[in-house]
């Protein structure tokens, strides 16, 4: 697929950085989460009792009405045992799939801005009313001028405003964070979340990282990716074919064992052959970003957010699945090393791992299992407790940026795993896929894949 040069297509003037925009931002998020805030506390003065899920209703539709990264953020922070309380964790992670629909005036200026006056001539129909809704866009079904299903992603507007004003309140909140709790120092983290958020706000780089993920899942026949229509995509909108199949949820309801155990492992294949054939993860695996067919294969969507790692980072990740597995101190020093921690004490070392045994721990076992037999909510909690007491205790780490997506696909991909209630030879799976891992190996095929896509020189 070539995608068109960024310089092909006209700009979007509502998209622009604008000092306007982000004053006009920081005024949103301070009333909506002031505001919030403001009701919590008084009720508390006056010796009100605290109602947790009223907070955590009133906190999503907040964070729903503002859109952007402030929701993302929410989603990463629901997506970790114990970092909120869990009647908060449980309002947002639905945020993404339920965020309010903008109305027909909205997507008729946004369309004409990105397409031209006689847009709709484009297209054999346009669906009004969005079918999905997420935090930097909403999408709508559309029928192609030679009868192709399409899905039209178009961002909302000021976009780019949006994302830098939230940015700076982020880091703001993060070194507020930091004083309060010397645990975790969230600066990497912070720089992390700021490139891929901008990197979202680009759908020709989404175009390309689609194009990317067809090379790379080009032999699974369990997982399907769109295709791009380049005619009817701009750097704030991005056409590709619609992709049929049900939500997660509504399949791992009513199916049976055997296609539940099918579905979990495509959803594996779909993370980790990209990740250790190639160095590149999807970073977003929440239930709103694919869909189940018929014959259990998945759909994959939204590709704003992934991350290409160095060969040896990968290999870090094995080293140290290795390291537990044989209880080698030293290959595990080396794994944390590669990867950017410095300065770690034993202690620290093993603190570390303790998080990492939880993490791997379905990897461990020749046997078919549940996820949650070792991974539950519950000792996930107690888990990350004893950790952060202990971090806390012994001066504090800080995370390299990397691990923000790594950690997130590994514990979102967990949660569908639980919700399928799959029981998986999980060693087995991981066995095979990096059966055969070699760092110059990967580096070849890392190369050759991401200029292919568009992503490399």
């Given at each position: 697929?070539?995608v068109?040069?960024?310089?092909?297509?006209?700009?979007?003037?509502?998209?622009?950085?604008?000092?306007?925009?982000?004053?006009?931002?920081y005024?949103?998020?301070?009333?909506?989460?002031?505001?919030?805030?403001?009701?919590?506390m008084?009720g508390?003065?006056?010796?009100?009792?605290?109602?947790?899920?009223?907070?955590?209703?009133g906190?999503?539709?907040?964070?729903?009405?503002?859109?952007?990264?402030?929701?993302?953020?929410?989603?990463i922070?629901?997506?970790?045992?114990?970092?909120?309380?869990?009647?908060?964790?449980q309002?947002?992670a639905?945020?993404?799939?339920?965020?309010?629909?903008m109305?027909?005036?909205f997507?008729?200026?946004?369309?004409t801005?990105?397409l031209?006056?006689?847009?709709?001539?484009?297209?054999?129909?346009f669906e009004?009313e969005?079918?999905?809704?997420?935090?930097?866009g909403?999408?709508?079904?559309?029928?192609?001028k030679?009868?192709?299903?399409?899905?039209?992603?178009?961002?909302?507007?000021?976009?780019d405003?949006?994302?830098?004003?939230d940015?700076?309140?982020?880091k703001?909140?993060?070194?507020?964070?930091?004083?309060?709790?010397?645990?975790?120092d969230?600066?990497d983290?912070?720089?992390?979340?700021?490139?891929?958020?901008?990197?979202?706000?680009?759908?020709?780089?989404?175009?390309?990282?689609?194009?990317?993920?067809?090379q790379?899942?080009?032999?699974?026949?369990?997982?399907?990716?769109?295709?791009v229509f380049?005619?009817?995509?701009?750097r704030?909108?991005?056409?590709?074919?619609?992709?049929?199949?049900?939500p997660?949820?509504d399949?791992?309801?009513?199916?049976?064992?055997?296609?539940?155990?099918?579905?979990a492992?495509?959803?594996?294949?779909?993370?980790?052959?990209p990740?250790?054939?190639?160095?590149?993860?999807?970073?977003?695996?929440?239930?709103?970003?694919?869909t189940?067919?018929?014959?259990?294969?998945?759909?994959?969507?939204?590709?704003?957010?992934?991350?290409i790692?160095?060969p040896?980072?990968v290999?870090g990740?094995i080293d140290?699945?290795?390291?537990?597995?044989?209880?080698d101190?030293?290959?595990?020093?080396?794994?944390?090393?590669?990867?950017g921690?410095?300065?770690?004490?034993?202690?620290?070392?093993e603190?570390?791992?303790?998080?990492a045994?939880f993490?791997?721990a379905?990897?461990?076992e020749?046997?078919?299992?549940?996820?949650?037999?070792?991974?539950?909510?519950?000792?996930g909690?107690?888990?990350?407790?004893?950790?952060h007491?202990?971090?806390?205790?012994?001066?504090?780490v800080?995370?390299?940026r990397?691990?923000?997506?790594?950690?997130?696909?590994a514990?979102?991909?967990?949660?569908?795993?639980m919700?399928?209630?799959?029981?998986?030879?999980?060693?087995r799976?991981?066995?095979e896929?990096?059966e055969?891992?070699?760092?110059d190996?990967?580096?070849?095929?890392?190369?050759?894949?991401?200029?292919?896509?568009?992503?490399?020189?």
């Open positions: 697929m070539n068109p040069p960024k310089e092909s297509k006209p700009a979007s003037p509502v998209s622009e950085n604008t000092l306007r925009g982000r004053v006009k931002r005024a949103q998020v301070g009333g909506a989460i002031g505001g919030l805030a403001a009701r919590t008084g508390r003065m006056v010796g009100g009792k605290r109602d947790s899920a009223k907070d955590a209703e906190l999503k539709r907040a964070l729903g009405g503002l859109k952007g990264p402030l929701m993302k953020v929410a989603q922070l629901a997506s970790i045992p114990e970092a909120i309380p869990p009647e908060y964790a309002e947002l639905h945020l993404q799939a339920n965020a309010p629909h109305g027909w005036p997507v008729n200026r946004r369309m801005t990105e031209g006056p006689g847009w709709k001539a484009r297209f054999k129909s009004r969005a079918a999905r809704a997420a935090s930097l909403q999408v709508h079904r559309a029928v192609s030679t009868d192709e299903a399409l899905a039209c992603k178009l961002q909302y507007p000021d976009m405003s949006v994302v830098a004003a940015l700076r309140q982020l703001l909140i993060f070194a507020a964070y930091r004083r309060f709790d010397p645990a975790i969230p600066s983290i912070h720089a992390e979340i700021a490139e891929r958020l901008t990197e979202e706000l680009d759908y020709g780089n989404e175009a390309c990282n689609m194009a990317l993920y067809r790379m899942l080009a032999l699974e026949k369990g997982v399907h990716v769109p295709d380049d005619a009817l995509s701009t704030r909108l991005l056409t590709m074919s619609w992709l049929e199949g049900r997660i949820k399949v791992a309801a009513d199916a049976d064992q055997k296609t539940r155990d099918e579905i492992v495509n959803m594996f294949r779909a993370w980790y052959v990740f250790y054939k190639f160095g590149v993860i999807h970073g977003d695996p929440h239930l709103g970003n694919y189940v067919r018929d014959d259990g294969s998945v759909n994959l969507m939204d590709f704003g957010c992934i991350r790692f160095g040896e980072f290999k990740v140290l699945y290795r390291a537990l597995e044989e209880g101190h030293e290959l595990a020093v080396s794994a944390y090393e590669t990867w921690f410095v300065g770690l004490s034993r202690e620290m070392i603190t570390l791992n303790i998080w045994s993490v791997y379905p990897l461990m020749d046997r078919p299992r549940l996820v949650e037999e070792t991974n539950a909510a519950e000792y909690r107690e888990t990350v407790t004893k950790v007491k202990e971090l806390k205790r012994l001066g504090g800080k995370p390299p990397e691990f923000v997506l790594m950690d997130r696909a514990i979102g991909l967990g949660s569908v795993f919700h399928l209630r799959a029981e998986v030879n999980w060693y799976l991981f066995q896929t990096i055969g891992f070699d760092v190996a990967l580096k070849k095929t890392q190369a050759t894949a991401l200029k292919k896509a568009g992503l490399g020189s």
